[in-house]
Structures are given as C-alpha cells and as structure tokens.
C-alpha cells in the first residue's frame, strides 16, 4: 500500500516550517526558510512576496528530496494572526504585511470606539478592543494608503490566509483569526453587521469564515507547476497558530493548559462557554464550538533576544546561535534576581495581556553595586514570567484549579527558563516530545479530522509524550510567591 501523507506549512513571524508526516503523525521531512522584516515609515512589517518566496523554496527542496509527492492526500497551513493585506482582483499584492503586533492605528481605534462605543465593542468582540486588532489597520489603508484602497477586492487577514488564497483562488479563514480581528461577533460567529455597517466596510472584501477542517478548494494547475507538486492536491483551511498550537500541545478539553513561548508567548486553556475577562482575550477554538481563553504578550522571548544581542556582545546582526543561549544560561542557573530585589518589567515593545503598556517601556529596577550582567539576565527571564503569571491569575477559575501546564515553543529548550516557569507559577511544567512544533503538529490533527482519520483529537492527543517535567521547588516557589507581590506593586505604580 502506497504510503500517504500531509503537507502542512507555519508561517511564524521568523520563519516558515514546512512538515511532511505520515498517516499516522510520523515526521518523514521538514525544513525551514527565514522570513525577512522590514522598517516601513518607522513599523516593521513582512512582505508578502517574501512568505511566497520562502513557500517556493521549501516545495522545490521537498521536491527534490526524492519523496514522492503523488502521495500527499492534503495540504493544511498555520500562521501568524491579526495580520493586514490587501489584493487585487488578480490577487496581485498592494501594501506590505501589517503584523499583528503593529500598533500604527490608535487614532482608527479611537475613531471606531468613538463611533460604535466602548461597551457595545466589548459586547459584540467578548473582548476589549485593541489596538492592534485588524479592523484598525484597515481603516488606517483607508486613509493613508487611498489609491491601492479604491484598488483592493480582497482583505486578508492572516498568513496562512495568504497561502491558501494563492493555492485555491478562495479568500477563507477560520474561527480562530476571525476571533482576534475586531470584524466578528464572538456570540453569533460572523462578521457583525453592526462593525460592518457603522464603519461603511464593504463585507464582500472580507474572507469567508469555515472550519478549520473544511476543505477550501484543491491546487491550482498553475500554481501546482509552480511549486512542482501534483495540481488538484486537496487544501484544507486549518487554522490560526493560537488555535493549531492549542490543539498541538494537547490542550483540548476543559482543565487544560498550555503555555506557548517563542518570540511573543501566551497562556491558553479551552472553554466551553464564553468567560467574562476584559483584562485577557477569549477566541473561538478552531471549529467555532467552543472558546480558547488566553493570556497573550508581546514580550517573551524577544526581551531574552534583546538582551543577549545588546548588553552581552552577541549582535543580533550577526545571529545569535544555540550556543549563545546555552554558555550564559550555565552562568545564571544558579542566581535568582527577584530575591536580591531585582526585577525586569518586560515591556519593551508595550503589552496587551493583561495591562495595556505602550511600546518602549522595559524597565530594570533595584540594581546596586552588585548587580552585574548575568543578574539582569537572570531578571529578565523572571520578568518575563512575572509576566505570564500575572496573566494566569486572570484566567478566571483556572488557576486554583490546575497542577501542571503544558510547555511549547523555542523556551522549551531552554535549561533554565522552564524550571524558573514552574517556580514562579507554582506549577508542574511538562516540556513535549512532539519532535516537532505544537502548531505544525496540530495542523496535522486538523488534516486527519478532516480527511476521515480520526474521530476525536483526544484520541491521538492521549499519545503524546513527555520529553521532561520541571517540578517546582518548595523553597523557590515562596520566594517567588513573595517576589510576585513587589512585581505587581511597581506595576501598579509604573503602569496604571
């Protein structure tokens, strides 16, 4: 029997991760392909042509890999969400990529709060309205970028939307993105006719809402040459990458928990009915049948990142390397910051979850004659989760309730930033053994529901493995417990 498989594809925010698995989520091929940012009138934003780019090259490679590509039964994508593109009526691109961490439009989010107010937003989104959220972006090309605007037919509003659009013809997205994008009623999950019709938006520019697991259309003959595999290839929508990594870290029933960690970082747990949080966002999971609550920020592993490039000789322009990492993570094992009184509030590109900062507003405090290089390093890790626990005591309920989380992204392979999460948060933290990314694998599962695989996840989820578990340690523990009161309290001096 000819052996089948699933081609999935993460678009992140540094890189795209192109995967290859079998029927039954075995890894038989992956790459990878660095994405460019760019400074555009001072916002860093993404080129779209760049994400094209990178999917041609990863494709060629898996074509040249001798693999055969007669036997891929689906392709099935995860992404970057709250993005802004604009396309022609040929498809052909008109602005840069507006990310989801692009705060340009705070006068468009002004001029809608102004127009539709505060309350009714947060009754129709279940959330706060934010800055960041698309329909801002939008109506910020509405006004400074007027002639490709008049251009446009469609509206795409996240990265694997893009992929998609370009393989099938078909502008779709899911649930998930839906959720974060401040077009959609949470409550009735469309787009709201009420945002639609108070802001003039013409609801035909904007994508279909579907399942993740719905197929959208199959390869284009063209594009099919193009990227050298078979045309007529289903594609299925899957999802935005809060939405794939939840279903990918085994959280997908009520009492889980996850905590995603890469460059920005979340905590997420599912829900089944809709929560009242304004300080956290609720989405809808990746099927519009339930709810993902989560604490997201903008600052995790980038202030690591900043650090390491600025204060200890390792330039970013020259690439920071595993080794990097690993060599300054051996000299600070040992210290803990918060109990010499030294605290890093992470803010350096602003915050969202679960306080509102705006951008460049990291801040150190308590340094001394002693506080040396390796000190701040240590506080910044622990500043960072400071910060994803002041967003787990806001997930209403969850946490008395829980004893372990589960750990995803690029930290997990930290040594010594797992072990600081699981002092600070008090709880049990258990790094994955998917062999690959949470959101590549969760992908996965949307393509083996869908193709008639499986019946449930949780069938497939009940077999995942720990690669290790971090413990909390009853003495550090406390001393964070009482650090975490000082953390909270320079907040609430600095910040509101």
Known sequence: MTEKYILTYDMGTTM??????????????????????????GHQVQQAENWWDGIITLTHRLADSGIDLNSISAIVSTGQMEDCLLLDSKGDILTEVLLYSDGRATEEQKYIIDRIGEEDLYYILANNFDSLMSVNKYLWLKKHRKEVFKEHAYLILGAKDYLNFKLTGYNVTDYTNASTTGFMDLKKLKWSSR??????????????????????????????EELKIPSGIPVINGSGDVGASTLGAGAWREGDIYCYLGTTGWL???????????????????????????????????????????????????????????????????????EKGVFFLPFINGERSPIKVKENNGVFLGLGPETDKYLLL???????SFSLKHNLNELKGLGDSIRKLNLIGGGGKSKVWPQILANVLNLEVNVLDLGIGAPSMGTALMAY????????????????????????????????????KYYLAYIDKLYN
Request: glycine share 6%.
């Open 16 to 41: 795209i991760k192109l995967v290859l698995f079998d029927q039954e989520g075995n890894i038989v091929y992956d790459d990878s392909f660095n994405l460019d940012n760019y400074n555009i009138d």
């Open 195 to 224: 945002i639609i019709d108070e802001l003039e938006i013409d609801i035909s520019k904007l994508p279909q809402i579907n399942k993740s697991t719905s197929i959208i259309g199959e390869v284009k003959k063209e594009l099919a």
């Open 268 to 338: 997420a747990a599912p829900l089944e009915r809709l929560t009242d949080n304004p300080n956290v966002f609720t989405l809808s999971n990746i099927d519009g049948e339930g709810y993902i609550l989560a604490g997201a920020i903008l600052n995790a592993g980038k202030p690591y990142d900043w650090y390491l490039a600025n204060f200890l000789n390792k330039y970013i322009d020259k690439g920071l390397k595993e080794e990097d990492y690993l060599n300054n993570e051996e000299k600070i094992k040992d210290l803990n910051a918060a």
């Open 378 to 384: 240590r506080a910044v890790l622990e500043g960072v």
């Open 449 to 484: 529901k869908a193709l008639g695989l499986l019946n449930n996840y949780s069938e497939f989820i009940e077999r995942f493995s720990v690669k290790k578990k971090f413990r909390p340690k009853k003495e550090d523990a406390a001393i964070y417990s009482q650090s975490f």
